[in-house]
């Protein structure tokens, strides 16, 4: 069956209309069954949907797709089209004008058709590593269930067997339905705007995430998500979270009866008031004084740097030349190194190691910061500029100077 895509909003009333006239002129009744053409992976055909939209959005004036429909999709033997077929768009206008009315010469209209062809092409281009990534990010196995139709929602965990993965996110995409009609998927995205909305008006948010920014690389990704695999694989995970949630929620019972408005109606979305965990007060408590806390935060003293010598009585000991912070003893402790830490990864990781600032740590020459770093307050420690970037005498240090192939060099 071949596939043509239609813009605009007149273009199907036109057809729905001359169909429903033919149907009433021939008196037979409305076929709804059709030729369904052989699917392709999950990934492919994910890269379909996504090839079609952005060909769409990109040559809005071939109203039929004819011009790229072979790009996007594969004929009968799984071939595909590497180029737009450009005799297939409407010729172009030199008489044509932009939204002020303003002449658009017809080498602009040219050179602007060729960039959103080029466009379209490009995604062909790397057609076969999409497919591959989507197909790796969303294999076709299976995966447990819970029991999401109990007919007793505080077992909507329970383990119910196992099903196919691509089956579940066609439900998981399905209920999302549920979450718009509830109004929890317009209020999360309202209030992710007002999070924007504040870091955009807020130049210490975006410097310090700025600073952030210039650390990537710090860690290797395998190694980053090291505690994270742990945690998430912790089989009384939900349970923890839900015994967790029950003290300390301001809505820690949506399910309990008690709860109820309108005794008439279900419980549920508008005929429910929430009820607080036991602790839940003393958790607002928290959060307001942390807030209070960081709003009227100052820049702490400067504090020279921490250095140790031997203890004259006892070598053995070190003798340190002020009383550590809270922040230098944690680092302390966690950041310790040694061989009863090591947890099996082979080959050897190398991440990079942090100055006591947790920036990327300089060995020093002689005692002195080597170039092309610089230290103009004498530290030991090489400067910092307000992104969080190394300051150099020379071309920038790229952010992280580390390879992963470099050894113990």
Known sequence: MTHRTFQ???????????????????GSDFVTTRNVPPRGT???????????RVAAQALPEDVTGWSWHAVCHPDDGGNYATKVDA??????????VDVHGSPVPLATQQADRAYRVARIEALAKD???????????????????????????????????TGPLHDELANVLGRLVSLYDDDTIPLFTEALAR???????APDAQAALARFDARQG????????????????????????QTLLSLLASDSDPYNPAGIVDPSRPLGPGNRKAIPGRDAAQMQQLLEV????????????????????ADAQMPTWQRLS???????????????????????????????????????AVPLVNGAVPAPFVDSNGDALPDIDALGQFVTTGPAVASPFFSPDAGDG
């Open 8 to 26: 605009g909003g007149i273009a199907p009333l036109v057809l729905a209309a001359v169909a429903a006239a033919a149907t009433a002129s021939c």
């Open 42 to 52: 999950l990934g492919r055909e994910l890269f379909i949907g996504l090839c079609d």
């Open 87 to 96: 005799a297939r768009l409407p010729p172009l206008d030199p008489n044509a």
């Open 127 to 161: 057609r076969v590593e999409t497919i591959t990534a989507l197909d790796a990010a969303l294999p076709d196995i299976s995966i447990a269930l819970k029991n999401l139709g109990s007919s007793d929602p505080t077992q909507s965990c329970a383990a119910a067997g």
């Open 195 to 201: 999070v924007m909305d504040a870091i955009k008006a």
């Open 218 to 241: 710090y860690r290797p990704l395998d190694i980053a998500l090291g505690a994270a695999r742990p945690v998430l694989s912790y089989p009384q995970l939900v349970p923890m979270v």
């Open 290 to 309: 942390g807030r209070d806390e960081m709003r009227a935060a100052a820049a702490p003293t400067p504090l020279a740097a921490l250095t140790s010598t």
């Open 322 to 360: 002020r009383p550590r912070t809270t922040l230098e003893l944690t680092r302390q402790i966690m950041l310790q190194t040694g061989t009863p830490f090591d947890v099996g990864l082979s080959p050897d990781r190398y991440v990079v190691q942090r100055d006591p600032r947790a920036y990327a």
